[in-house]
Every structure is written in structure tokens, then in C-alpha cells.
């Protein structure tokens, strides 16, 4: 079965750091703070789950999508962000529902199996 728009109940947005990156982290996550109406995750400064890199995740609404992902697109301050919509299929969220901005990378699949 295919997922349409419909089933989407949410968006979550991976920014992905390392050590010398973490003060652009920084400084977009306090960018999307201030400018949309989102839920900032934890810092983790280790991969978890199936995400490869230290992270932070930005849960959103579906109607934020149309404003937030562009302006990341453009403001992404060189990091990579993984997006993917909610389904309540975290494996098909993280996998054929996937997009990136920036170089996307390999996950760790087999943590959401």
C-alpha cells in the first residue's frame, strides 16, 4: 500500500554535526527556533538509532513544511538534514520516504527492523 498525503501526521528534520560543526548546529537550531513553530530534540553527540551522525531532530507539522524546508534548504549552513515524514512506518519514513538536503548518508536500517 502506498502512503498518500493524507497519512502524513507529521515531519521530522535530522540535523547532522560533528565536532567542528557543532557551533553552525548551534546556530540554525536557534535560527528555527526563532522563526518557526517547531519541537527541538535532544542533543546527541553520538550516533543513535539509525542515524550515523551526532544529531538533533526538529519535529514539525505538515502546514510548517511549505515554509520550513525551504528556508532550510537555503540556510542549511553547509550541514546535511535528513527529512521524512511520519506514517507510523519508521522504517519506510527512514527508507523510501527519505529526503536529504546536502550529501545524503547511510543509516543504520537495521535499528527501526
Known sequence: MTNTNS????????VYYDATTKAEAETLRAEIDARFETVLGRWHDKPVGPHPHWSYQVAFEPDVFAELVPWLALNR???TLL?????GDALADHSTHVMWLGESVELN?????
Open 109 to 113: 536500517l537495521d535499528a527501526l527492523r
Open 83 to 87: 527529512l521524512h515524514p511520519e506514517t
Open 77 to 79: 549552513r553547509g550541514l
Open 7 to 14: 497519512e502524513i501526521t507529521g515531519y521530522h528534520a535530522h
